[in-house]
């Protein structure tokens, strides 16, 4: 089992930024591949960014220049640093941990971005 808790959610100004912390706990050395997701209201969680075991980033085109996935392995940790924040990144974001076998997902955390 992989536990996952999201933090640093929160109100920002359009062009503010924020950092998101995913810090996990359990069998984390079965995890190969960390995503940040987000869900706004009435629409369907879209894949926001990637990051595998061995560094590779992938981002959704939304975000590409703005957003930059990071982790830190000592502190079992993912980051997702959000930068130029657009009222449009307004959604749950939410922390996703894979391994072989199963899919394992934070609480969320709440990102408001005022016009």
């Known amino acids: 089992q992989v536990q996952l808790m999201e933090s640093g959610g929160g109100l920002v100004q359009a062009g503010g930024s924020l950092r998101l912390s995913c810090a996990a706990s359990g069998s984390i050395g079965s995890i190969h591949v960390m995503d940040w997701y987000r869900q706004a209201p009435g629409k369907q969680r879209e894949l926001v960014a990637t990051?595998?075991?061995?560094?590779?980033?992938h981002y959704a085109d939304s975000v590409k220049g703005r957003f930059t996935i990071s982790r830190d392995n000592a502190k079992n940790t993912v980051y997702l640093q959000m930068n130029s924040l657009k009222p449009e990144d307004t959604a749950v974001y939410y922390c996703?941990?894979?391994?072989?076998?199963?899919?394992?997902w934070g609480q969320g955390t709440q990102v408001t971005v005022s016009s």
């Open positions: 990051i595998t075991s061995g560094g590779s980033t």
């Open positions: 996703r941990a894979r391994n072989s076998w199963d899919n394992y």
